[in-house]
Each structure stands twice: as structure tokens, then as C-alpha cells.
């Protein structure tokens, strides 16, 4: 038996306690002293999901004073960088964003990926553990398209409604939603978006919201509609995420970490632009753990497998904290731990 001690993520929320391993499975989450000497002490989550990414850009380095538009728009850099790339250097830059977004506790990525059926096929293979939301290539609504990218990957994205006509995005939404498939947009990045419009597409989740007004955001709770929140990316744009607005109108909220070019696959990271943002390193502490940890997993996951519990996989990250709180969490500079035991027989 392994134990590791600390403020445990529960399905009930943060405990302090500990967390025993044995023959591969969480054999015991109790609050309260550790019986024995922990292997390592901290913050014990289980693996995190980053909720929003672009991985094949991870070998692309980002110019520092560069439009949101000349970077990632039509014909942009990002685009002509994917263009000229082989598939093996791509493959290769995946493989080596995963083992990093490993290292630093993270489980699956929701990755948004371009490039139609090759470009999901390709993260498919690279990283069979990627959540891929693969975007169509045809400029017309093409099921069979759909169909196709669906064998590799898990729903479908696409980049924003006001780059493609309404007619096309309304027909790609309704056809993966009743594919029982989940559906994910960008939405109100660099400019507001109609929110009435995007939320028509059933979207699981919606990304960014950067622009977004009060009004907006009301929306998106009303309809329980999550937001996916990159604040490092953002603010590189010199964009701000109402951060704050979003708290105050009981927004669901994710971190993600957007394209690799700008940011490493790193919660952590991204937590402490987010608290930067929301102007006060003592945020609730329950608000941090649910956007850095809960929430992303409530997206992927059922219910039952949000925090840490008995019975579930060995699979931990323990996030090392100066004071076992979020605060001294987001201080630290040590080395997050991820710790897996696998089954035995
Ligand atoms: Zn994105």
C-alpha cells in the first residue's frame, strides 16, 4: 500500500486527508491524518483534462507581437505551418506535447483539430488517449465527411459561426449531435459573437468567450452550457476573460490551453493566469479545484468519476503546494507528480 497526503479532490469536493494505492486501483480516500509516511505530499488530484488545445502546432514558434488573425486566421502562419509540414514531423510534435502534458498530470486533452479526416487520423494514432474534436475539411456539408472523421475522433468542431455561412454550421452541429457525438465551437474570441446563433448548435461546450458580455454569459448558464476558458492565449492577444462575470453568473468554467505555438500543456500555468486575472490569489478554493480539475472531467466523464474516490484507476497527480493550499499551490515551482500503478495480472 502506497499512501500520498494532502488536500484530496474528492467527488465531494477538497478534504484534507490522504489517498492509499494498492494492485492498481484507489484503495482508500479518508479525511484526517496519514497512518504512515506518505511518498509524496500536496495537492492529489486525479488526472486533469485540459479542456482546450491545438496540438499539432506544438513545433511552431509563435512571433511575439502578432495578430490573432495574421496568427491563426485563414491563410495565417499557423495554416501555412500545418501546410507545409510533413505528417511525420506533426505526428512527432504531438507524441512529444502528450508526454508533456503527462508530466504535468494531465490525463486526456480536448484537442481541436484541423486537417479534416487525415489531421484526426493523425492525433488518433500519435496519441490514442487525445479526446479529438476533428473539424471537417469540405467547404460544403458533407456527412460522409462526418462519418468519416467519427472513426478517429470523439465529436466535431468548428473554428467560429462567423467563418463559415450559418447554413453549413447549423447542418454539421445537427448532424453529430443526433450522431449522439459531441459539438464544440470557438466562440466571442477577438470580437463578440451572437450568442443566440451559437447556442442554437447545441454545443457540449463553448471556447474562449474573451468578448463576451454580461448578457452573454447569463446565456450560457441558463442553458448550462460549460465555457472553456484560455486566459494565457488570450492575454496574448491582449485579450482579458470577464473572468470575474463569468463567477458572478455561475458560469461552468474550464481551463484549457489552447495552441501549443503560444502555451505548454500546463494547468498549473494556466490556474495562475486565471487567478491573476481574477485579481485575488486567495480565489475560493472550490472555484480554482472546479475549473482546473472538476469541471473538465465533468465534461468527459460521468458523474461518478469527477474526484478521487475507491475503486478508481492508480492514476493521481499530486500538485506540490508550500502550505497544502490552492495559494501555496500556485506558488510552487516544484515538480508536479504523476503516479500510476497498473494492475496487476
Ligand atoms: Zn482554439
Redesign the pocket.
Known amino acids: 500500500m502506497i499512501y500520498f497526503s494532502g488536500t484530496v479532490i474528492t467527488d465531494d469536493g477538497a478534504v484534507e486527508g490522504y489517498v492509499s494505492l494498492e494492485g492498481g486501483a484507489v484503495a482508500e480516500v479518508s479525511e484526517g491524518k496519514c497512518p504512515v509516511q506518505p511518498l509524496a505530499t500536496g495537492i492529489i488530484v486525479p488526472p486533469m483534462v485540459d479542456g482546450?488545445t491545438?496540438c499539432a502546432d506544438s513545433g511552431l514558434m509563435a512571433p511575439k507581437e502578432i495578430s490573432l488573425c495574421e496568427l491563426?486566421g485563414p491563410d495565417g502562419l499557423k495554416e501555412r505551418y500545418l501546410k507545409k509540414s510533413s505528417p511525420e514531423k506533426i505526428a512527432c510534435d504531438m507524441k512529444y506535447f502528450s508526454k508533456l502534458a503527462r508530466m504535468n498530470g494531465i490525463g486526456t486533452f480536448i484537442d481541436?483539430r484541423e486537417g479534416g479526416v487525415e489531421g484526426s487520423m493523425l492525433l488518433r494514432e500519435a496519441v490514442p488517449e487525445a479526446f479529438i474534436l476533428g473539424r471537417p475539411s469540405s467547404p460544403e456539408f458533407d456527412p460522409n465527411e462526418l462519418d468519416e472523421i467519427l472513426r478517429y475522433a470523439d465529436g466535431i468542431q468548428l473554428s467560429g459561426i462567423n467563418d463559415v455561412p450559418a447554413s453549413y454550421s447549423e447542418a454539421v452541429a445537427d448532424y453529430t449531435v443526433r450522431s449522439g457525438k459531441m459539438f464544440a465551437i470557438?466562440a466571442s474570441e477577438g470580437s463578440r459573437e451572437d450568442i443566440d446563433s451559437i447556442l442554437a448548435l447545441s454545443p457540449s461546450f463553448v471556447?474562449?468567450m474573451a468578448s463576451a458580455e454580461r448578457s452573454d454569459l447569463i446565456r450560457c448558464a441558463d442553458e448550462d452550457v460549460p465555457i472553456v476558458s484560455?486566459p494565457r492565449s488570450n492575454r496574448f492577444f491582449g485579450l482579458t476573460p470577464p473572468l470575474a462575470m463569468m463567477k458572478e453568473c455561475n458560469n461552468t468554467v474550464v481551463l484549457g490551453t489552447?495552441?501549443a505555438m503560444l502555451c505548454a500543456p500546463d494547468m498549473r500555468e494556466e490556474a495562475r493566469e486565471y487567478c491573476s486575472i481574477l485579481g485575488d490569489l486567495k480565489v475560493d478554493q472550490e472555484n480554482l479545484w472546479g475549473a482546473m480539475v472538476s469541471n473538465g472531467r465533468k465534461l468527459l466523464y460521468d458523474g461518478k468519476r469527477i474526484g478521487l474516490r475507491p475503486g478508481m484507476d492508480a492514476d493521481i497527480a499530486v500538485l506540490p503546494s508550500e502550505d497544502w493550499t490552492a495559494a501555496g499551490m500556485l506558488r510552487s515551482s516544484e515538480r508536479i507528480l504523476r503516479y500510476r500503478q497498473r494492475k496487476k495480472g
Open positions: 482546450h491545438h491563426v481541436f470557438h471556447v474562449h484560455c489552447d495552441n
